[in-house]
Nanobody
Framework: VQLVESGGGLVQAGGSLRLSCAASGFTFSITPMGWYRQAPGKQRELVAVITTDSEITNYADSVKGRFTVSRDNAKNTMYLQMNSLKPEDTAVYYC??????????WGQGTQVTVSS
């Protein structure tokens, strides 16, 4: 199992970034997926989830209305479009398979830094 996050960077408050998560080693199309983030000194938190067919998405209250999760099962890739970024969104962002079998696998994450 491999999860590779990319797309992070340094952005000013109010800006946007699009993160990608390339997955391999499991059947992506039948696995619900999630985005997590971990800020320095804080616990990892679940930011967004998406079902296998993209029919259902759910978001943490802190990002609702600003972030959009999507996936392309043909490309084994999940995305996180982040708009109206705030300094408190600064964190390392990780993707994860919401699966008992594959949920223990994590990628290296991608750093998002939002300056005020």
């Amino acid at each position: 199992v491999q999860l590779v996050e990319s797309g992070g960077g340094l952005v000013q408050a109010g800006g946007s970034l699009r993160l990608s998560c390339a997955a391999s080693g499991f059947t992506f199309s039948i696995t619900p997926m999630g985005w997590y983030r971990q800020a320095p000194g804080k616990q990892r938190e679940l930011v967004a989830v998406i079902t296998t067919d993209s029919e259902i998405t759910n978001y943490a209250d802190s990002v609702k209305g600003r972030f959009t999760v999507s996936r392309d099962n043909a490309k084994n890739t999940m995305y996180l479009q982040m708009n109206s970024l705030k300094p408190e969104d600064t964190a390392v962002y990780y993707c994860n398979a919401l699966s008992k079998t594959y949920g223990n696998y994590w990628g290296q994450g991608t750093q998002v830094t939002v300056s005020s």
